[in-house]
């Protein structure tokens, strides 16, 4: 945890597998794993069960928070969909449709996993998009997957290098995928966060069988960090739902830790005293700015109802705004994505 600005920001890992489904290791032996990789939080989907949750292995490990949720599918193998916090798992017959509704109406934390997969080079490993975007009730989507992203980069020709080096291998949430989140949050809050997809499973590669993403690796990636008014709770209900409202409200960003640490990020619009943050609401005012501040010198582009306004290199950002609308920002370390914010929105 890192205090910025009067915030608490919590760095974790979103989107992991145990021996429960298709990971390779247990729900100890994961907790124990993120807490030496330096994780404040953990969410765990294992595909269309609960059976950890079940178990009583929720809790807090340590200094990490471990929640347990499941990854649904629906019968064509499509649409997954991250649950947190739904009574059971839903049937498995269910269209998209009913399972988003019947999560949002059971109070339940949703987000739409790798929702822009097109790879179509590995047999075994076919696309899972996301397609059905009529569904009403999510609460946000994973715009870069860790697992995903390198599927879609693997070609016959760079397998062994990208193999050896899976992290270097990492660019940035595709165009196509930043442009839906996008869109989405113009109607409404949609939080974007970057997912892991840990399962550290043995990949044939020519003569060689590689585990690809070892867990340790994969948290060393990519992470998403929620910002809090106030610590995470001692108690395990508390905190929890400190982690989901964090979610729901949007008030977060993620980065690929390859490229840098994260600490002392903030973004945040400011009038006055008036001051919005990742996530927030501000009115437009004559003297209204944009700023940010990052932890070292980058590429910084800013974001406005999904259309590049403004680019500078640097750490610190002070720009002046004069119209309504969803303001993001983007870091850049060459032409590597490094830090993606959640949209402030100034309303008239």
Request: hydrophobic share 40%; aromatic share 10%.
């Amino acid at each position: 945890m890192i205090e910025v600005a009067g915030k608490y920001h919590y760095s974790g890992a979103i989107h992991m597998h145990t021996t429960e489904s298709d990971g390779t290791v247990s729900l100890e032996q994961l907790a124990a794993i993120g807490q030496e990789s330096g994780l404040d939080f953990m969410m765990v989907t294992d595909h269309m069960n609960l059976n950890n949750r079940a178990a009583g292995k929720e809790g807090i490990y340590g200094k990490t928070l471990v929640v347990i949720g499941y990854e649904h599918n629906d019968t064509a193998d499509i649409h997954h969909y991250l649950i947190f916090g739904s009574p059971s798992v839903y049937p498995h017959t269910m269209t998209p449709k009913e399972y988003v509704a019947a999560a949002a109406k059971d109070g339940a934390l949703g987000i739409i996993a790798h929702p822009d997969e097109i790879r179509n080079r590995m047999r075994n490993y076919p696309p899972y998009p996301w397609k059905d975007w009529d569904a009403v009730g999510f609460n946000g989507i994973e715009i870069w997957n860790q697992m995903s992203e390198w599927m879609e980069r693997l070609t016959p020709y760079n397998k062994l290098v990208m193999a050896f080096s899976p992290r270097k291998s990492m660019v940035a949430p595709t165009d196509r995928v930043r442009a839906k989140w996008d869109e989405l949050s113009l109607d409404g809050k949609c939080v974007g966060i970057a997912a892991v997809d840990a399962h550290a499973f043995p990949i044939p590669l020519g003569p060689f069988i590689v585990r690809i993403f070892p867990y340790k690796v994969h948290f060393k990636s990519l992470r998403s960090t929620i910002i809090l008014d106030q610590p995470f709770a001692g108690d395990f209900a508390t905190a929890s739902a400190q982690l989901y409202d964090g979610l729901r409200n949007c008030r977060a960003y993620c980065a690929n830790l390859r490229w840098g640490e994260t600490d002392g990020f903030d973004f945040w619009a400011q009038s006055g005293t008036a001051r919005a943050g990742m996530g927030e609401s501000i009115r437009l005012t004559p003297d209204l700015r944009l700023h940010a501040l990052l932890p070292a010198k980058a590429r910084m582009v800013v974001v406005h109802n999904g259309l590049p306004m403004h680019e500078q290199t640097g750490r610190d950002l002070n720009l002046p705004i004069s119209k309504p609308g969803i303001y993001r920002i983007e870091a850049w370390r060459g032409r590597r994505g490094w830090i993606f914010a959640n949209h402030i929105r100034v309303n008239q």
